[in-house]
């Protein structure tokens, strides 16, 4: 069985004016087009962020784990792989914001 999760740290507008990162919501999926999707969806509709309440979302920066569970003679095996993703149409220095907040989220 393969599972995926999505985390890491949305982009967006503050009301006050500026620019920051925050955690995103935690996102998981038996499928990889719907958890990639689910984030894009997260970020137009505002819901992707965790809490801090931006004005609106402008992309994000996801560790995608991909989990495969398998049983083997009665026992179970779990693999993990991990693949950042950014999502968003972002410019290189809102790119650099992101990978600079995701260092200090981790």
Do not use: H
């Not at 503050?14 to 919501?25: D, F, H, K, M």
């Not at 996102?27 to 004005?55: A, C, H, P, W, Y």
């Amino acid at each position: 069985m393969i599972t995926y999760k999505a985390s890491g740290i949305v982009l967006g507008y503050l009301w006050g004016g500026g620019e920051a990162g925050y955690p995103a919501r935690v996102i998981t999926s038996d499928n990889l087009t719907d958890l990639r999707q689910q984030v894009k969806d997260g970020i137009e509709d505002g819901s992707l962020d965790s809490g801090m309440g931006f004005q609106s979302l402008t992309g994000a920066l996801m560790c995608i784990e991909t989990i495969d569970t398998r049983k083997i003679d009665g026992k179970t095996f779990v693999a993990v792989d991990y693949e950042d993703e950014l999502f968003g149409d972002l410019t290189q220095k809102q790119k650099d914001l992101l990978a600079d907040a995701e260092f200090v989220y981790s």
